[in-house]
DNA sequence: GCACACTGTGGGAGCGCTCCCACGACTTGT
DNA sequence: ACAAGTCGTGGGAGCGCTCCCACAGTGTGC
């Protein structure tokens, strides 16, 4: 029996088009793949057949024929609940989303994820996660919120795996590609902002040390001062860790140690929630008595009391430049770039 | 020449398994696909040779030969921006995550999001969303946030592909499995709540009167309002649209109609903190007052001056209760289920 | 005039896997 | 004792695609 292919059902084969166009499987595979060595009718009537019969290349057997996947991953180095509940990943998660769209890569959404049942640092998630990736089910990677010691992007680089790191990583002995948000320009901006409205004993609110982002800001925040040749007193930094817990503390803190502040810059919008909480409890009214700034202008900080000035990262296109750069990287460009994009001050009523 | 299937690079093939452990490629398969016709001693050896060589299944070339991809999309018919700044999506889409981690499924990330460029509707998204699912890419789909009048529905029940939505949908006529939370008694919850403190006058900004969730939300109100013996007079129902703005302005014409009342269940968060201003605006305290109730339990609800009280969703047992279902769908299970999850009365200071 | 490109095309092989069928070695019933 | 199972196993075919090579047809240079 020979099988009649143009009665079959499912979803249609290159063979099937082949057939109803009136060439050969080859020429319908070089028009569905944008080669240029077709002639234009065999082209056009080729793109006939396909719109006829609704084809869509089977991605399994494409895969399984050029060692590619057309897929992804974009890592989060975090348990769900911390991705979707920072508006930072869920942003960067927005932009990346949006830019895969218009390639026509897949994306697969990773989280190492820790295991409610005792797996309390996520190693199993990590292994899991760094088998797959270097399991050759992926063309490249994402890799987010990485911390110091993760030995996954090592790992991957190691496996070959063409990646792209959101996020200035600690230690630049790694051969990567990154994107980062200018948090020390943020943070000058907000400082600046500071300084223009006349304020002069300016503390802040720090991110955890051990974090790239939180020194940046920090440093930001020196240079400014210093630019304005107002070296900050160690008594007016206290060191908070992007929480809004850890903001009360380092505020009830930087209160106690500074009580004449007239202005703070918070490396957080949610710490930034947390200072407010304490300054309107010390009877400081913001902006009056104390201006208060925070950063990233997450969803908190529009209905926070008083509404917060903020530094907003570009955080959507964040994600869609690292995805440009890992699209790059897969279309064999080898080389190595680092952009940081630029920050943005968003005035509201708190500064 | 005979290719020597031990020396290959590149990921291990079934082939050099079976060639490691003296079996033959079908027992390898056998072993690694859990099937229980196989020895124990042709097990085990098979096992070592998996360890040995880090051996993992290709995914496309698996896909290709059982037409079944591994691989689960979550859909959400919404532009990317709403999809991370909502609470309710971004829980969902942690449950799902969870619960995909637990099984061997990959899951595919889909938003129809509005394309800046000239398609407001989404259109083109979501034709390519569909195109793309019933283009046999995926074993089957969970879909989000569906509009009454959205066609994806039921093109991808008439493509057969297996399918979990997750809030109840517009019309019952589909013949699909669904998740959602229980809005109605979380809305009966929060009247209680409202009436058991002696409010008497209790009023409602509602959600859009076109969603499901809003109808429900109403109802539940009603429910409980006339089980006490007070069912609400139209004047203290005022249509809102669960957003900011729409909540405000629902606030303000509620007020106008009755200006009386001295409870009000506001059928969203963000809604409520609309709410909350404009009675901060017309000099009524809260809750001494007015008391609000808001619902979803989201992130700006713990900072809202007062803290709301509202009615959390369990968010993310939803996106993995979709999960379950949609995988034993997949497992062949071919029974619809409509499932309701509960939701609780999270109590802080606005009532 | 012939050797040599270069262009468009078709067909074969093979990617790594699962499924199906066939086959030998046991077990079991009569 | 022999037919009729069962169990574990191996090998062939084929999933739908891309890649490579072969080949006919048409220029181009000497």
Same sequence: chains 1, 2.
Avoid: K
Wanted: glycine content about 12%.
């Amino acid at each position: 029996m020979t099988p009649d292919p143009s009665a079959r059902s499912g979803p249609a084969t290159l063979e099937q088009v082949a057939a109803l166009a009136g060439v050969s499987r080859s020429t319908v595979s070089r028009v569905v793949t944008g080669s240029p060595r077709v002639s234009d009718a065999a082209r056009r009537a080729v793109e006939a057949a396909v719109a006829e019969l609704g084809y869509v290349p089977n991605r399994a057997a494409r895969s399984l024929a050029t060692r590619r996947t057309g897929t992804i991953a974009l890592v989060v180095a975090e348990p769900e609940t911390r991705v979707f509940d920072e508006p930072f990943f869920a942003g960067i998660v927005r932009g990346v989303g949006a830019a895969v769209g218009r390639t026509d890569l897949q994306l697969a959404l990773l989280m190492t994820g820790s295991d409610p049942d005792g797996d309390p640092d996520g190693a199993h998630g990590r292994a899991r996660v760094g088998g797959y990736l270097a399991g050759g089910h992926v063309d490249g990677a994402l890799l987010l919120s990485l911390h110091a010691d993760d030995p996954l992007p090592r790992r991957l680089v190691d496996a070959g795996l063409p990646l792209v790191i959101g996020g200035r990583p600690d230690g630049a002995d790694l051969a990567v590609s990154w994107v980062d948000a200018d948090n020390r320009g943020g943070a000058r901006l907000a400082t600046e902002h500071l300084l223009a409205q006349g304020r002069r004993r300016i503390g802040i609110v720090t991110g955890p040390p051990d974090m790239v982002a939180g020194r940046d800001r920090l440093a930001g925040f020196r240079e400014a001062m210093a630019a304005a040749d107002r070296p900050t007193p160690p008594e007016r930094e206290a060191v908070g860790d992007f929480t809004r817990d850890g903001g009360e503390r380092a505020m009830a803190r930087l209160l106690a140690q500074a009580p004449d502040v007239d202005g703070v810059v918070v490396a957080s919008d949610l710490a930034a929630l947390g200072a407010l909480q304490v300054l309107a409890g010390a009877g400081r009214t913001v902006p009056d008595d104390v201006a208060v700034v925070g950063f990233d202008d997450s969803l908190v900080a529009a209905s926070a009391q008083p509404p917060l000035t903020t530094v907003r990262q570009p955080v959507e296109a964040m994600g869609a430049r690292m995805v440009e750069l890992l699209c790059a990287q897969l279309q064999g460009e080898h080389m190595l770039r680092h952009e940081v994009l630029p920050t943005e001050l968003v005035v509201r009523a708190s500064a």
